[in-house]
């Protein structure tokens, strides 16, 4: 189930990049997976996931609160019957296990971003901007039983890139290892986070004229020795994140 469970977050990826991706079954049927959060709604006295096309979502599987509290977040699979439809929802049958996003933390820097010892590699990394919030699907190869922490972090001495005529602005997925493993076999697990830029997407908007990219680099390898390091990866132009 778990190794299911991960193959199935990694391609969520590929939803990250639209506002809902959608293929419809029959003329009547629709596929989508969303990407959102929890609220629940007092007008219609259901708890709904809100889409990033700011629709709302509900399956029966939400009215389990404690499971699924407001604001907590959320990539679901889903098939939604287009006829008979109530009106201010839409009311939807999951297909899958819903995939919950942690919230993370987010770091600004005046620092290099040095590598540390018990920093670790992450084999592939995206995201998409939802009101302030960086959604983060990130790919690790780890040891069973490894327990990682995903972080986000900015350094203020780093190098601007420009595409466009607008500033990009460099933000690093880096992961970090808190507890041992449980055996020397490895495994392949897809971590979902979020982190909250309000404060730093605030002074860039105050400062950019215009709209403006953010792009995500992490480390597929790290070396350790007398002197950490690692090789980042750089994002091509087509996976950078606009922002307005």
């Given at each position: 189930?778990?190794?299911?469970?991960?193959?199935?977050?990694?391609l969520a990826v590929l939803s990250l990049v639209g506002l809902v991706a959608c293929v419809g079954r029959s003329e009547n049927t629709l596929?989508?997976?969303?990407?959102?959060?929890?609220?629940?709604?007092?007008?219609?006295?259901?708890?709904?996931?809100?889409?990033?096309?700011?629709?709302?979502?509900?399956?029966?599987?939400f009215d389990e609160q404690s499971f699924f509290p407001p604001g907590s977040k959320w990539l679901i699979y889903c098939t939604a019957d287009m006829d008979n439809q109530p009106e201010g929802?839409?009311?939807?049958?999951?297909?899958?296990?819903?995939?919950?996003?942690?919230d993370g933390v987010f770091r600004q820097s005046a620092d290099t971003l040095q590598v540390q010892d018990n920093?670790?590699?992450?084999?592939?990394?995206?995201?998409?901007?939802?009101?302030?919030?960086?959604?983060?699907?990130?790919?690790?190869?780890?040891s069973i039983g490894q327990q990682n922490k995903v972080e986000l972090f900015y350094s203020e001495k780093d190098t601007l890139v420009?595409?466009?005529?607008?500033?990009?602005?460099?933000?690093?997925?880096?992961?970090?290892?808190?507890?041992?493993?449980?055996?020397?076999?490895?495994?392949?697990?897809?971590?979902?986070?979020?982190?909250?830029l309000s404060s730093f997407l605030d002074a860039k908007r105050a400062f950019e004229?215009?709209?403006?990219?953010?792009?995500?680099?992490?480390?597929t390898n790290v070396s350790k020795g007398e002197q950490n390091s690692g090789s980042p990866v750089t994002p091509t132009e087509k996976d950078y994140i606009p922002v307005r």
């Open positions: 189930m778990n190794n299911n469970r991960n193959k199935a977050a990694w596929d989508q997976s969303v990407l959102g959060y929890m609220e629940y709604r007092n007008d219609i006295q259901k708890n709904v996931l809100i889409g990033r096309d700011l629709h709302a979502y509900h399956a029966p599987d929802y839409r009311e939807v049958t999951l297909n899958g296990e819903p995939l919950p996003f942690i920093e670790q590699p992450v084999k592939k990394a995206r995201g998409t901007l939802f009101q302030n919030l960086l959604y983060v699907t990130s790919l690790h190869v780890d420009y595409h466009a005529d607008r500033n990009v602005y460099t933000l690093y997925v880096r992961s970090f290892q808190e507890a041992a493993a449980q055996d020397t076999l490895m495994e392949e697990i897809t971590r979902c986070n979020t982190f909250d004229t215009d709209s403006f990219y953010i792009q995500l680099k992490y480390l």
